[in-house]
């Protein structure tokens, strides 16, 4: 059942001190930005929430740019914005190539990265980007910042250490040294969510990331390690067994994905060097 | 709430989280704007905000706020609308007819002479259950050959 408007509410902040001093004052209320995920929710019913504190129009939490070497993307970049950029494509090619197959135009129009990182899917298409990316979450609230690496960012299934008053004001990523690589499979090039999507980077860092293969994002540290030795694929794509947990959904098997994981593995070991 | 719709001001009072597409067709009465899904996910309810193709199932009224949106209503007023339409219709780019408004917005921010590969990721936000896309690709194709669109 659709959620009637009536029975929702909506804080319209005008900048971003004011929507942290709402938040400080009311924690209660969810942030909603591009609202792909939120509508969804409202009308299907599985969003609980009901009040909400809008960011779209803080022009503070968009953009992107580098300072000292670091890649900062604001929390509000579109999709679009991220695919457009040419910093992006030079630095960070694998979110473009992420970015470019968040379901068709009219998401990635409206779709942020902050929003992405917030919603916290385990099937979020960027969120193995920023693992493989070494990234950081710049968190704000009303009385300062802090800065939490992605890796340590989620908690649990859905959950992340951002307080209830505390808005991503940006995403930064440090210089990639290596080769970038993305691969998403799904039913669909477009629209379809991921049943598995895999980035790394290959080079004098050796990272390499899983989406939808476990509650939150994984890190395959176990299988870097073994490819970073010197071992053989088989021996890495055991490792990767013991750091994945993949689950029978909507989308896939526990099983498929297990063996598309290994898959992806091999094929990012076979086409870069 | 004030916004601009097929270039027209228009005063609204309704729920700054009311689905644009709901304000449209029951504030609004335009009716052209379908609603297939409900969850951004076949493209049907496409409009423009000013000029960014965006499904208007997943879009709060606040955020068309003091902009300007487009519908099928206003994008067929247009050249490259009209050129759109008419070529739906000679190459049988419709069939029901609920995907066709999603198609012809996202597909009017081509540029003339667009190629196949960027008519396909134009679209790929769009499903259709009857055509099976090829008489679709075909018509955008032809209202985009260059000198008709613009």
Known sequence: MPANPTSLSLERPASLKAALSMLAADPALTPIAGCTDVYVGLQFGTLTERRFIDLWDLKELRGISVDRDVLRIGALTTYTAIIQSTIVQKRLPMLVAASREVGGAQIQNRGTLGGNVANASPAGDTLPVLAAANARIVLRNHKGTRTVAFDSFYTGYRKSVRQPDELIVAIEMPRIDGQQWWRKVGTRRAQAISKIMMAAVRGRDLRIAFGSVAPTVVLAAKAAAVLRGGGSIADAQAALETEIAPIDDVRSTGEYRMKVAANLLAQFWNETR | ?150
């Open chain 2, 1 to 150: 709430m004030k916004l601009t719709v097929n270039g027209k001001t228009r005063t609204v009072t309704a729920h700054p989280m009311k689905r644009l597409l709901d304000v449209l067709r029951e504030d609004c009465g335009l009716t052209g704007t379908k609603e297939g899904c409900g969850e951004g996910e076949c493209g049907a309810c496409t409009v423009l905000i000013d000029g960014v193709a965006v499904d208007s199932c997943i879009v709060p009224l606040a955020h068309a706020e003091g902009r300007k949106v487009i519908t099928i209503e206003g994008a067929t007023a247009t050249r490259t609308g009209k050129a759109l339409q008419d070529a739906f219709v000679v190459h049988g780019g419709a069939q029901c007819g609920i995907c066709t408004p999603g198609m012809i917005l996202a597909a009017a921010r081509l540029k003339p002479g667009a190629s196949e590969h960027d008519i396909k990721v134009a679209l790929a936000g769009n499903l259709c259950r009857c055509t099976g896309y090829p008489a679709i690709f075909r018509s955008v194709k032809s209202a985009l050959k260059r000198g008709r669109a613009r």
